[in-house]
């Protein structure tokens, strides 16, 4: 599961990175959660960055406020779920980030927040779906969430899913709407270790309030009640 993430960039190094226009402000993110508003850029609109949020309410759950049960989507059977087959198929998008945090478990209340980002700090793309739906209110809302799949060695020490990282020559494969299906399934694998890192991080992740530098710059480990442990 991928649960919260950062992107921790400027919007001029976003626009240059990923060679898209993002109209309006942007400050940088370091604790996105559920239901918030973020940048994605999608099949429909590859050369901008489009604003969604994160939760997606599928085709048969019309006028359903902003879900956050369905952030999450396994790779391995996207294609094959009738709640998101339409989506991998048709409204495919790249969900800009620059880490992302797991919360390693040791015991009944101690779990460690870490960050995991790429080795070279650089910004990457999860592999997301979007959907469109109609609120309570007649107002078009758009949505999207991230593909999971099985973690690798660096990841597996702390949780048993991770988000599909794009390798970046596959990022404009991805939104293109004539990729097929089997190209696209090859594209969800698991990232490499090599070129990751991970470290410990302050139980401030813990509160969506919290979203300052703060939150992904490196600490000793310590307990979601701020104790310090020994553990790493």
């Known amino acids: ?15 240059e990175r990923f060679q898209a226009e993002m109209l309006g402000d942007f400050k ?65 998008c790249l969900v800009p980030a620059d880490g992302f945090f797991e919360w390693k478990k040791l015991g009944k209340k101690t779990k460690i927040p870490y960050h995991f980002t790429l080795e070279n700090g650089e910004a990457f793309a999860f592999a997301g779906i979007w959907e469109e739906f109609e609120n309570e209110f007649g107002e078009n809302n758009h949505t999207f969430l991230i593909l999971t799949t099985n973690p690798n060695p660096l990841v597996s020490e702390i949780h048993d ?4 990282i794009l390798k970046r020559e596959d990022e404009k494969k991805w939104i293109d709407k004539y990729s097929n299906e089997e190209e696209l399934k090859k594209m969800l694998g698991t990232y490499s270790t090599d070129e990751m890192l991970s470290y410990t991080v302050s139980p401030l992740v813990n509160s969506v309030m919290n979203d300052s530098p703060a939150v992904i710059r490196k600490t000793s480990p310590m307990d979601q009640f701020g104790n310090y442990t020994l553990f790493g």
């Open 161 to 164: 899913r991770m988000p599909v």
């Open 1 to 15: 599961m991928c649960g919260r993430y950062s992107l921790s960039k400027s919007k001029i190094e976003l626009e």
């Open 28 to 92: 940088p993110r370091y604790n996105i959660a559920p239901t918030q508003l973020v940048p994605v850029i999608t099949s429909d609109s590859p050369k901008g960055f489009s604003f969604f949020y994160w939760g997606i309410t599928p085709d048969f759950a019309k006028n359903k406020p902003v879900s956050q049960k369905f952030i999450n989507a396994r790779a391995e059977s996207v294609h094959e779920k009738v709640s998101f087959r339409q989506s991998f198929q048709r409204r495919r």
